[in-house]
């Protein structure tokens, strides 16, 4: 797949919405601010849409995303990508990895995970689930219908080194993590033949030439994991900026997991200057045209100047 032409600038950005629902007011947010720093940058926006969870898809809503956005006057300057048609370039990634010997096939059932960890007393979990061990690691079986791992290591020359990815980031700043030991060897393909996000996202961003990842902070703690595997693949890292998330009433990231009311777009004007605030940009504009110039000028005098 050949780069999408980018325009003066050089620029390409994009908003990858997983079609898990419709649009919400967070993820209007991250939408927003994607689509302001390409405007912004004179740049090329795109829409990619992130149906390879197929059992967390609903039907219709990658449509019902698309006409959401549209109504907000946010147009992708290329028809949207969809990831579940990128099968054959997810693989031919994974070969070049399992080639390289960075991938591993596991056979790891969760149980086994937390016995194999309780049994090596390390307490270190991740989203409530035990950091990888390492038990397939060196077995190296490429036993048909198993997970496919990512070796978390600086180099293969030094496999028990840490992976210490320093990172920058345009809002948060100079950013840090250990994914050795705060990550451990991760997911690429599961069990089930889905392939995971990483590396979807990987092999996305650098086929659609993205030169800029502006998305919602939440995304933040996955980049180490997407830098580390441009660097292996020998892709170009983009610049991020990770944006401020809207939280719920109870303090909890709004999301489509739990139940954020669907983006009500009948005054898309209202939506947008809302958004606009959780991005720390106050409108006061009464049309839709306006308010989307006047946040392009307000975001460059904040992030550009
Ligand atoms: N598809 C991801 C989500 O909806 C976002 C991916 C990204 O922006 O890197 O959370």
Same mark, same amino acid.
């Given at each position: ?150 070796? *978390?290591?600086?180099? %293969?020359?030094?496999?028990? +080194?840490? #992976?210490?990815? =320093?990172?920058?980031? &345009?809002? /948060? ?69 990770? *944006?401020?998330?809207? %939280?719920?009433?109870?303090? +909890?990231? #709004?999301?489509? =997991?739990?139940?954020? &009311?669907? /983006? ?42």
């Amino acid at each position: 797949m050949s780069s999408l032409a980018s325009g003066h600038s050089g620029y390409v950005g994009r908003f990858a919405p997983s079609p898990t629902g419709p649009l919400h007011e967070g993820s209007l947010v991250a939408a927003l601010a994607s689509w302001l720093d390409a405007r912004a940058h004179g740049g090329t926006w795109l829409v990619r849409i992130e149906d390879v969870d197929t059992p967390r898809c609903r039907p219709g809503a990658a449509a019902k995303i698309l006409s959401q956005l549209a109504a907000c006057g946010l147009h992708p300057d290329a028809p949207a990508l969809y990831q579940s048609s990128r099968g054959p370039a997810y693989q031919t990634a994974l070969d070049t990895l399992l080639a390289r010997g960075w991938a591993f096939a596991c056979s790891c059932t969760r149980r086994q995970i937390e016995l194999a960890g309780a049994a090596a007393g390390t307490q270190r979990t991740r989203h409530a689930e035990r950091i990888y061990p390492g038990t397939c690691r060196d077995a190296r079986r490429a036993t048909p219908g198993c997970a496919i791992r990512m070796i *978390a290591a600086p180099s %293969l020359r030094r496999p028990l +080194e840490v #992976l210490d990815v =320093r990172w920058y980031d &345009r809002r /948060l700043g100079e950013q840090r993590q250990d994914v050795t030991h705060e990550v451990g060897d991760f997911i690429l393909r599961r069990a089930d033949g889905l392939w995971a996000y990483q590396l979807a996202v990987v092999v996305d961003d650098a086929a659609q030439g993205v030169t800029h990842i502006v998305r919602g902070a939440d995304l933040a703690d996955n980049t180490p994991r997407q830098i580390h595997l441009q660097q292996v693949l020998g892709l170009a890292t983009p610049r991020y900026l990770h *944006a401020p998330l809207r %939280l719920g009433a109870d303090g +909890e990231k #709004l999301s489509k =997991r739990n139940e954020a &009311r669907a /983006l009500d777009v009948s005054d898309p004007t209202l939506a947008l200057r809302n958004a606009a605030a959780q991005l720390g940009l106050t409108l006061a504009t009464a049309n839709l045209a306006d308010t989307l110039a006047q946040a392009v000028a307000r975001w460059r005098a904040q992030w550009m100047a």
